[in-house]
């Protein structure tokens, strides 16, 4: 993620970081889907660096916006954590149709653990946004990683 806001904010500087961090990447072939996903992004962001403009491409727009909050927003409610308040009304909404789901039968929900993995992978498929846009969703999804990390690993 911080090379994404080093190509975004500062591209000129982006090909010396990005050649930094594959110097450290793991060298072994990814056998799991987040290490396959963080690999593919780090090729996406290699060659953004590596392009004559080298100006990453961010996607601000609203449904970008939502994408980031709805899913920080169920990954919230699968932790049990709170979420801010001026998104009140969208987990509402959320929770409601969930709970519709269930009812129908139309949806069958799986395991806390593979909802998790299924939805932490969704994370790293999201478009690059801005580093304005992107940080608060960030440090939501860190926080509620490490809570459902917690609670999966007791």
């Not at 927003?73 to 987990?91: D, F, H, V």
């Amino acid at each position: 993620m911080k090379l994404q806001e080093k190509l975004s904010t500062q591209p000129d500087k982006a090909a010396a970081s990005t050649a930094a961090a594959v110097k450290k990447w793991p060298t072994e072939t990814s056998t799991n889907r987040i290490d396959k996903l963080l690999d593919r992004r780090l090729e996406e962001i290699q060659q953004l660096a590596g392009a004559a403009d080298n100006k990453a491409t961010v996607d601000t727009s609203e449904q970008t916006q939502n994408q980031y909050r709805d899913l920080c927003l169920t990954l919230e409610y699968l932790a049990g954590l709170e979420s801010p308040k001026a998104e009140k009304q969208a987990r509402m909404e959320m929770q409601i149709k969930r709970l519709a789901d269930n009812l129908s039968g139309e949806v069958l929900r799986i395991p806390l653990a593979e909802e998790f993995e299924t939805l932490e992978a969704s994370w790293y498929q999201l478009a690059m946004t801005s580093e304005k846009i992107r940080k608060p969703y960030q440090q939501r999804f860190l926080a509620v990683v490490d809570e459902l990390l917690l609670q999966l690993n007791t």
